[in-house]
T-cell receptor, first 109, second 115 residues
Framework: GQNIDQPTEMTATEGAIVQINCTYQ??????LFWYQQHAGEAPTFLSY??LDGLEEKGRFSSFLSRSKGYSYLLLKELQMKDSASYLC??????????WGAGTKLIIKP | NAGVTQTPKFHILKIGQSMTLQCTQD?????MYWYRQDPGMGLKLIYY???????DKGEVPNGYNVSRSTTEDFPLRLELAAPSQTSVYFC??????????????FGEGSRLTVL
């Protein structure tokens, strides 16, 4: 079956760096997304990786290794507003999006 | 730009009642989706559409129906509501293509309680 695994919850300190991992097993691969979802709100797009390597966008970076079925989202200089759930999603060979359950990130002062 | 607009934002439904969640997008996206999200869970695809007149079942279609008569609108119908349909429903749209990522744009969500 198709599966995406990410940690349920992580805690980090304001100003620090945190890495949220995502591993996937899907039938084919056509891209990996990271979305941010604040409590009670809709998900919003953060990043997209389709080739191996690191994509950097301000304080956020996303890495992909297709051979390992692995991605991570790196958040630098953490701010209190980064407290949210981070959803990993993979597009499979049929261009269907498979979603992980999300990682709840708690930022402490 | 309004983006993706969902109504209602909140609703309480009695068991056995029916209702329609409305979704409209003004971005001329051909792909539209309905997801449900239960507490602490990921998004589950209910139905999707790749264009006007075309709909297809997702992972959890039972108890729901959709139609896509126009590019803009993609209503979700709940028939004979059950407590298991208590959830947050998100409508989303996208425009997959070689020139873009095909990222999803979400509506604000509709919080539905069935009692």
């Amino acid at each position: 079956g198709q599966n995406i695994d990410q940690p349920t919850e992580m805690t980090a300190t304001e100003g620090a760096i945190v890495q949220i991992n995502c591993t996937y097993q899907t039938s084919g691969f056509n891209g990996l997304f990271w979305y941010q979802q604040h409590a009670g709100e809709a998900p919003t797009f953060l990043s997209y990786n389709v080739l191996d390597g690191l994509e950097e966008k301000g304080r956020f970076s996303s890495f992909l290794s297709r051979s390992k079925g692995y991605s991570y989202l790196l958040l630098k200089e953490l701010q209190m507003k980064d407290s949210a759930s981070y959803l990993c999603a993979v597009t499979d060979s049929n261009y269907q999006l498979i979603w992980g359950a999300g990682t709840k990130l708690i930022i402490k002062p | 730009n309004a983006g993706v607009t969902q109504t209602p934002k909140f609703h309480i439904l009695k068991i056995g009642q029916s209702m329609t969640l409305q979704c409209t997008q003004d971005m001329n996206h051909n792909y539209m989706y309905w997801y449900r999200q239960d507490p602490g869970m990921g998004l589950k695809l209910i139905y999707y559409s790749v264009g006007a007149g075309i709909t297809d079942k997702g992972e959890v279609p039972n108890g729901y129906n959709v139609s896509r008569s126009t590019t803009e609108d993609f209503p979700l119908r709940l028939e004979l509501a059950a407590p298991s349909q208590t959830s947050v429903y998100f409508c989303a749209s996208s425009y997959p293509g070689d020139a873009n990522t095909g990222e999803l744009f979400f509506g604000e969500g509709s919080r539905l309680t069935v009692l």
